[in-house]
């Protein structure tokens, strides 16, 4: 009796692990943008972000935005093994790889938006480890961060546009 309960506890937990697998499908789509991280970026983002909040607007590089999320989030999230956030902004929208200090990574690529004065993204795919999630899972990923962006603390966004290596957020008063 016992060797049956472990086999279907086995079944079970196979079955399990299947489901969740079978949310992913091919491999996350790579692109060319290449991001570095800096102390002295992430300073400069913070003087142009400070400056922003009191002219209504601020446009960040990638490397500045990248340092910026990522020095914030290594000194503000305790317990986030995080590396680097890289981010690469084009007229088309925005590609954000985000990896780990324990090798894993995430990468997403979509478009930023505002609607009802919040920032948020309309997520073309999204991947982990190479691996795609799929396309019925989208919407889900995509709700929790616009959850995340919806966050009052965040200010009031009325206009955000991203170019050429560069993200403009304007802000209502």
Do not use: Y
């Not at 992913?24 to 992430?42: K, M, Q, T």
């Not at 305790?78 to 680097?84: F, L, N, Q, S, T």
């Not at 009052?152 to 546009?161: F, I, K, M, P, Q």
Request: hydrophobic content about 50%; glycine content about 10%.
């Amino acid at each position: 009796m016992r060797i049956r309960k472990n086999w279907a506890v086995s079944a079970m937990a196979l079955l399990l692990v299947l489901v969740v697998l079978a949310g992913c499908a091919g491999a996350a789509p790579a692109h060319d943008c290449d991001v570095a991280v800096s102390l002295d970026d992430a300073l400069a983002a913070q003087d142009k972000a400070m400056a922003g909040l009191m002219m209504g607007s601020v446009e960040l590089t990638n490397a500045e935005f990248s340092s910026l999320v990522t020095e914030l989030i290594k000194q503000n999230a305790a317990g986030v093994p995080i590396e680097m956030v890289a981010a690469c902004f084009t007229e088309d929208g925005m590609d954000l790889d985000i990896s780990f200090t324990d090798g894993t990574s995430l990468h997403t690529s979509g478009n930023i938006a505002v609607a009802d004065n919040q920032v948020v993204v309309d997520l073309a795919s999204a991947g982990m480890n190479g691996m795609a999630v799929a396309e019925g899972f989208l919407p889900v990923v995509e709700g929790a961060i616009n959850r995340a962006l919806g966050d009052a603390s965040l200010g009031v966004a009325v206009d955000v546009s991203t170019g050429d290596g560069t993200l403009a957020v304007s802000l209502g008063q």
